[in-house]
């Protein structure tokens, strides 16, 4: 495997990281404070703009659950930030480690909302399949979650996969 020549990708990773967490910040105080008993439509019947505050999470599942929330997110961002780690050696895997990046960022962009308002603000709601209110965090996670996705398909392969999950036969050998 070709190792990274460069460290650039700390500083991107870290730009990424922090711009998508200040835009899901600036967008929740947005809804908060236009949004209140406010809904604005932009299409009609399609899409609509509505603030919800959301004390569980997709789909209002485990409503008033915080405290599992609280647990969740930091065992998930220590696991990634482990697995970044382990994976930067390496510039195939590169992808993987932007994809966790936006993934985390989504998580942190939540968390943040949990720790501060002990509830998440939505407000896109896409009222043509009556789907959940939701904000960029969620869609942070659903879009590097379907990348996730599709590199295991399609870009690593099983010896990839190998060394990609911590304590597999090939990151012992790896050794």
Do not use: H
């Amino acid at each position: 495997m070709k190792k990274l020549l460069t460290k650039g990708w700390i500083v991107c990773c870290g730009a990424l990281f922090i711009l998508l967490i200040v835009l899901d910040r600036i967008s929740k105080v947005w809804a908060s404070n236009t949004l209140r008993g406010n809904p604005l439509v932009l299409i009609e019947g399609v899409l609509e703009l509505r603030y919800l505050e959301n004390t569980g999470a997709a789909w209002g599942t485990l409503q008033g659950m915080q405290w599992l929330f609280y647990i969740l997110t930091a065992a998930f961002l220590v696991l990634v930030v482990l697995e970044i780690m382990r994976l930067r050696k390496y510039d195939k895997y590169l992808p993987l480690i932007y994809t966790l990046t936006v993934m985390s960022s989504g998580a942190v962009g939540n968390f943040i909302d949990r720790l501060t308002l002990k509830y998440v603000i939505d407000f896109v709601y896409i009222r043509l399949i009556n789907f959940p209110v939701f904000n960029l965090a969620d869609c942070c996670i659903t879009f590097s979650t379907a990348v996730l996705v599709l590199l295991i398909l399609f870009r690593y392969s099983g010896a990839d996969l190998d060394y990609i999950i911590p304590g597999s036969k090939a990151e012992k050998d790896s050794r």
